[in-house]
């Protein structure tokens, strides 16, 4: 089976690849906060879609990685990663 690479502007890296069917595409963007960030971003990986000859709505699975995961947030460590219990 034949894998489709579509480059991008990062010499030597793919946004797009496609093999047997499925389309594998990464995005990232800048932004001045949080939002504005992930807006950027998921519009660059729809667009990357696109190119692979999908779109969004044919996502099986998306792993975001934000440029501060941890802005905003009032313990530490997170809820999910730790067996912390607050008190009070």
Known sequence: MTIERFYGSAKGRCHV?????LVYAVATAPGAN???QMRNTLEALENNMKTGGSDKTRIIQATVYPNDMYSGI????PLPCSR???SG
Do not use: K
């Not at 690849?17 to 069917?21: D, E, F, M, Q, S």
């Not at 009032?74 to 460590?77: A, D, E, K, V």
């Open 84 to 86: 912390y219990e607050a």
């Open 74 to 77: 009032s313990i530490w460590p």
């Open 17 to 21: 690849n496609r093999h047997a069917g």
């Open 34 to 36: 949080f939002a504005e």
